[in-house]
């Protein structure tokens, strides 16, 4: 079984960057994976996934140009660059892990979630 654990999140103000990782035990070769966020109130959407082989990716309209999603298969750990940040993309962050994927960005595809990183972005 693959297990993922995230780190990175922090507190920041408008316009900062961070860097999220998501440490995989367990090989995740062979598995599409991205990243969530949810908001208080809100339901967990999906910001940037990957697909298996590495060669596709897709982001939420809302961190395009923002946000670059990227994979250490060395390493077996997920990243996300994010730049320019807005307090909009505050949120408890969430890397998820999956073999067999259709939409990258929708959660209901994944079962393997790691605990989460808040990140805080403030005006």
């Known amino acids: 079984s693959v297990k993922l654990v995230e780190s990175g999140g922090t507190s920041v103000q408008a316009g900062g960057s961070l860097k999220l990782s998501c440490a995989a035990a367990g090989s995740t070769t062979y598995f599409s994976m991205a990243w969530f966020r949810q908001a208080p109130g809100k339901e967990r959407e999906g910001v940037a996934g990957i697909d298996r082989d590495g060669d596709k990716t897709l982001y939420a309209d809302s961190v395009k140009g923002r946000f670059t999603i990227s994979k250490d298969k060395i390493k077996n750990i997920l990243y996300l660059e994010m730049n320019n940040l807005r307090p909009s993309d505050t949120g408890m962050y969430y890397c998820?892990?999956?073999?067999?994927?259709?939409?990258?960005?929708?959660?209901?595809?994944?079962?393997?979630w790691g605990q989460g990183t808040q990140v805080t972005v403030s005006s």
């Open positions: 998820a892990a999956e073999r067999a994927v259709s939409a990258l960005l929708y959660p209901s595809w994944y079962t393997t």
